[in-house]
C-alpha cells in the first residue's frame, strides 16, 4: 500500500494516496536535448511534452546497444507479453512489476535478467477517491532532474 503523508490545515495528517496498485499514467516534459544529454543516448525522438503517459501506449526507453557500450533511444509499448504467451492481448494486463517479486513472478523473472531498460520519468501520477470522483496527484522530481 502507497501512503503519503500530508498535514490538513489544523495540522491532522491524512493520506493522499490509498491505493494497493502501482503507478498507472507517468509524464515526460523534458527536452530532446536534455535527455540526450542526460542518458548520453542518442537516436531521433519526438521533442514534445507529453503528460499522461497511460498502458499501452508508445513509451521513450534508454537501451544498451549489444555488445555496446553506448546507449540509444528506442520507444516500446508499455505492458510485457511473456515469452510463453500465446496470446499477445496478454500484454495489457502485467503492466508494472513490483520490486519484492519481480525476480519470482514467471510474467517477469527471465525478462528482468536479460531485457532491461530506462524509462525516463519527470512525474508520476496517483489517485485519490474523493466521493464518486477520483482526484490525481501529480508527484514530481526535482527541477531538471529526472
Known sequence: ???FPN??????AY??????LVCNRYRLTHSKQYLAERFQAWDEIEDHPRYNIAPTQPVLTVRREDGKK???FT?????LIPSWATDISIGNRPLNA???TVTTTPSFRDSILTKRCLIPADGFYEWRAMGGV?????FEVGEFLI
Do not use: A, F, V
Not at 498535514?7 to 491532522?12: H, T, V
Not at 493520506?15 to 494497493?20: K, V
Not at 520507444?75 to 505492458?79: A, D, I, N, V
Open 134 to 138: 477520483k482526484q490525481p496527484y501529480c
Open 1 to 3: 500500500m502507497l501512503n
Open 15 to 20: 493520506q493522499i494516496c490509498d491505493n494497493e
Open 7 to 12: 498535514q490538513n490545515r489544523s495540522g491532522l
Open 70 to 72: 553506448s546507449r540509444k
Open 98 to 100: 513490483r520490486s519484492e
Open 75 to 79: 520507444t516500446m509499448r508499455w505492458g
